[in-house]
């Protein structure tokens, strides 16, 4: 069985901070980047996930979002 955890992810849109709560068996940065985009609703579509970390991680940078950091929560 798999145990969920709580994790804080932060991040920047445009400039002003966000944060939310999110659950899963684990985090990477990656995951946040991609939780983070999200969230903030940048539009990230499975045609630009299958291109790499890279590729989705500038568009994303490119749509405003900066800063992501993660925490997991006791």
């Not at 940065?29 to 790499?52: C, S």
Request: aromatic share 10%; net charge negative; hydrophobic share 45%.
């Amino acid at each position: 069985m798999l145990t969920l955890h709580r994790f804080e992810i932060r991040y920047c849109l445009h400039g002003r901070p966000h944060h939310f709560l999110q659950r899963d068996t684990l985090m990477t940065d990656a995951d946040a980047w991609y939780y983070a985009a999200l969230h903030a609703g940048t539009g990230l579509g499975l045609e630009v996930l299958n291109e790499g970390k890279e590729c989705w991680q500038q568009q994303a940078m490119a749509a405003g979002l900066s800063d992501v950091r993660w925490l997991q929560l006791a």
